[in-house]
């Protein structure tokens, strides 16, 4: 949840008001559904997993979403680029 919060940081209030609100209904929502469908899906494919088959995919699973998590990092704006952003923009609504 820190993260979460973190990633706000710099956003003025209307930005972080509606990022918010954005991924809490699409993101995390949509995420447990799709992991839901996936799970279910495999072990309808395969069948019952045993302790070493869960083991091993769970550390793929974390593993893909380790680099996702790295790769994304690189978008988040820094504080005074998103600052640079909003006044530009506001200029140009002027």
């Known amino acids: 949840r820190m993260l979460d919060e973190m990633v706000y940081v710099p956003l003025d209030f ?11 209904v699409f993101g995390y929502r949509l ?27 769970c550390d793929i699973a974390a593993l893909a979403w380790a680099k996702t998590a790295w790769d994304l990092s690189s978008l988040v704006p820094t504080r005074k680029e998103a600052q640079e952003t909003y006044t530009a923009a506001k200029k140009k609504n002027r």
């Open 14 to 24: 209307e930005s972080r008001f509606v990022g918010k609100e954005i991924i809490g």
């Open 31 to 57: 995420g447990k559904s799709l992991m839901s469908l996936s799970l279910s899906a495999l072990t309808s494919a395969f069948g019952n997993f045993n302790l070493q088959q869960l083991s091993i995919f």
